[in-house]
C-alpha cells in the first residue's frame, strides 16, 4: 500500500458520551453518572472526553421523555425555533445541547459523539451509522467489531431518503449511536452494561490509535440498512389486533423469508410475510414503538468500504 492512496482525516480531539437522551435507558444514564464521578476509564492522551446526561429531567422522572422524543427533534426548524414559554422541554433541551457540542454541520462541532442507547428488543450490542460514506466512522467500526470478535456486533445503517431521524448524537461531525439489549425499560443488566462499557472502550482507544499516527488500510464491513418500518395490524379504530408471532419475537437480525409468521391475533390467525425478497426484521417488539406504531423495521444486508486513512496531524503525504 502506497502512501499515495491514503487518505487524511483530522484528528479527532474532542469527544462526547451521550447517556440519558431516553431518561429510562438506564445503562447509559449509569455509566455516564460514573463517568461524570471517576473518569478515569474513558480518559485517553490528547483527548477532551465529555460525559454527558442530555435529558436530565426525563432521567429523573425515569421516562423516555418529558414532552417529545429528544432523539428526533435535531432539525433544522427544531434547532431555529425561537424560546418561547409553550416550546415543548426536549425542543429547548436540543438547542442547548446544539449551543454546547454543535453548531451541527458547523466546523465548531464535537468531533465523536457515542449516543448510549437501551432497547427492549433482542439486538445485542448494536452500532447505529448515520452516513455511508463517512470513511473515518466505518474504519473505527470495524475496529470495535473486530475487538469484540467472536461476540457478534450489527451495525445498523439508518441513512434513507424519507425516514428522518434527526438524532441527538447527529450534531456531532462523527456520531455513533449504541443501542444495546435486551434490557426492560427502567431496569439495569449487569450483561448488558458491560457489554455497552466494552464498546464505548473499543471506540475510545481507536480514536486514540488513529491521532498516534496509526494508519488503517482499507476495510469492509457488513451492515444492515434500514429499508422500511412496518405497523402492528390494525382495525378501524386504529387499534392493535395482533401481535409479534413468537416465531419472529427475539430473532433480531435473522432472515425473514416468504411465508415466514410476523403476526398472530388473538384468534389464532397468523400473518405471514409475503414478499419474495429476504430481509432482516430489528428493532422487533420495541417497547418505546408502540406510540410509533413500529412493530419492526426491515433490512437488507449490504457491505460498505472504507479508504485507507490516518490522521493529517502527521506530515506526511496524502491523497
Known sequence: MTSSS????????RVAIFGGTHGNELSGVFLVKHWQENGAEIQRTGLEVKPFLTNPRAVKKCTRYIDCDLNRVFDSDNLGRPVVEDIPYEVRRAQEINHIFGPKGSDDAYDLIFDLHNTTSN????????????????????YIKNALAPERCPVLLIEHPSLKYATTRSVAKHPVGVEVGPQ??????????????????????????????????????????????????RNKNDEVIAIIHPKLQDQDWQPLNNGDPLFLTLDGEVIAYKENCTVYPTFINEAAYYEKKQAFVKTVKIKLTAKHIRSSALDQSCS
Open 184 to 233: 426492560p425499560q427502567g431496569v439495569v443488566r449487569a450483561d448488558i452494561l458491560d457489554k455497552m462499557r466494552k464498546i464505548v472502550k473499543h471506540g475510545l482507544d481507536f480514536v486514540q490509535l488513529f491521532n498516534e499516527g496509526k494508519e488503517f488500510p482499507p476495510c469492509t464491513i457488513e451492515v444492515f440498512k434500514i429499508m422500511e418500518k412496518v405497523d402492528y395490524p
Open 123 to 142: 439486538m445485542g450490542g448494536t452500532l447505529i451509522l448515520e452516513n455511508s460514506r463517512d470513511d473515518f466512522t466505518i474504519q473505527m467500526l470495524h
Open 6 to 13: 491514503v487518505v487524511c482525516k483530522p484528528s479527532v480531539r
